[in-house]
């Protein structure tokens, strides 16, 4: 790599290690990312993250090895709504599988060659009976065996091994307090662990992702809403995206702040979904969301009574009601209680492939919370959907906001033919200029 170019890398990754220091995420990986040629690379990344202060618990699959050690014992498999049917004869080959997945991942965390990227790491696993389970039992007809689902997770114990600085794993099987032992969905391990421990983030390792915009382009944002829609409109997402999805919202609305869905075949995709401004995968939060939403003619009145103040202060250009009810669809808006308070607006031009982020204003009792920051981000995730490549803005007030969230000055010939017409050089605004 170019110094220079790993040294820009670098700085630009500064602020997300110091923000993710000290957090706790979950991450959850297929039996078959264990099989993976890459498999030494995620433990790599893993044992990164870690040193970088990232508080971590794994829950691992095992399907494929299991299928595995069934074949070998001449067992034949049986699923039913995804899930496998596990007789009592299949038991034990269900926990060798697991035993054996499991200790592959704590021996290649355990590694400490020189001149490998584990080197000097000294990390610790732990694992343990940290999951209550129970049985699925008997659902339309069909007993699943001994397969079940997570009652409860030993949350105060995992906390006090990740405070002693240790990697915590959980495998897919869960203890009942008469001493029966279960197999489970690693998935649902990892989500419970999510929520008992009300995590920062949880990682999704999929194996086949596949969540695109209309026209192509990949998505990088998802709200609870739109999540469902992705759900129940067309076209559908494959079985295991649309299982992640629905994963990913009952996550969120269990607590989780944000749910990272990820291709796991993309080398190196946890540090760049965690370390770069627009990450690799596709990440559903529940923040603030639930008040976004597009304008309407009915908002007009609100959005009078939040941008006049600012108007006549001069951080804003003046809107008329009339331009307002014209233009009322470029509009997203927060809401809370009822009341607007907050809005911005994306004006595209599409012929340069440009976007103008106009008209961001947050109510003086909300400021400094996010606020404008979520705005930013359905401004940015609206032009990338619209297939535009960057986002301009023109400001009086603002420059150093924008500037910390990746706006570089530009100048007035930079700006859209149109725009350039319709500048305002009394007003003498700055423009800066964001590629998306």
């Not at 494929?64 to 074949?71: A, M, N, T, V």
């Amino acid at each position: 790599m170019n110094p220079e170019t790993f040294v820009h890398w670098f700085r630009q990754a500064g602020p997300y290690i110091n923000a993710h220091r000290g957090r706790t995420c979950v991450v959850q990986f297929s039996g078959a990312a264990v099989e993976a040629e890459t498999f030494p690379s995620l433990m790599d990344d893993l044992a990164l993250l870690h040193s970088l202060g990232i508080r971590l618990v794994l829950a691992h699959g095992a399907r494929p090895q299991i299928e595995q050690r069934l074949r070998e014992a001449g067992r034949e498999g049986h699923y039913v709504n995804g899930l496998r049917l596990t007789e009592a004869e299949d038991l034990r080959y269900v926990k060798q599988a697991i035993g054996r997945a499991r200790i592959r991942i704590e021996a290649r965390l355990s590694m400490g060659l020189a001149n490998s990227p584990m080197h000097g790491a000294r990390l610790r696993v732990a694992s343990g009976n940290l999951v209550t389970a129970r049985p699925l039992g008997v659902r339309d007809g069909v007993d699943y065996g001994f397969t079940g689902e997570v009652r409860r997770i030993d949350d105060r114990a995992i906390r006090l091994w990740l405070e002693q600085d240790a990697i915590v794993l959980l495998s897919p099987l869960g203890y009942s307090p008469t001493g029966e032992i279960f197999n489970l969905s690693a998935e649902e391990v990892a989500a419970a662990a999510a929520h008992a421990l009300r995590a920062d983030k949880l990682l999704i390792l999929s194996e086949h992702l596949e969540l695109c915009a209309p026209g192509g382009q990949p998505i990088r944002e998802l709200s609870p809403s739109d999540a469902e829609r992705r759900l129940t409109e067309p076209p559908a997402p494959n079985e295991e995206t649309a299982r992640h999805l629905r994963l990913a919202l009952r996550a969120c609305q269990g607590g989780v702040r944000r749910v990272h869905l990820l291709d796991r075949r993309l080398d190196g995709a946890l540090p760049l979904e965690l370390f770069t401004r627009d990450g690799v995968g596709v990440m559903l939060t529940a923040d603030i969301y639930e008040g976004l939403r597009p304008a309407t003619i009915d908002d007009v009145g609100g959005l009078l009574e939040l941008i006049q103040p600012l108007e006549e202060d001069g951080a804003l250009v003046r809107r008329s009601r009339q331009r307002l009810e014209m233009e009322i669809d470029r509009f997203s808006v927060l809401e809370r209680d009822g009341a607007i308070i907050g809005c911005a607006a994306l004006y595209p031009f599409a012929e340069e492939r440009l976007g103008e982020l106009a008209c961001v204003a947050v109510h003086p009792d909300y400021r400094n919370s996010g606020r404008a920051e979520m705005l930013l981000r359905i401004i940015e995730r609206q032009a990338r959907t619209q297939g535009l490549l960057k986002l301009f803005v023109l400001t009086t007030r603002a420059a150093h906001w924008f500037r910390e969230r990746g706006f570089e000055p530009a100048e007035v010939a930079d700006l859209p033919m149109g725009k350039q017409a319709l500048y305002n050089w009394q007003r003498r605004s700055k423009v800066f200029i964001k590629t998306l």
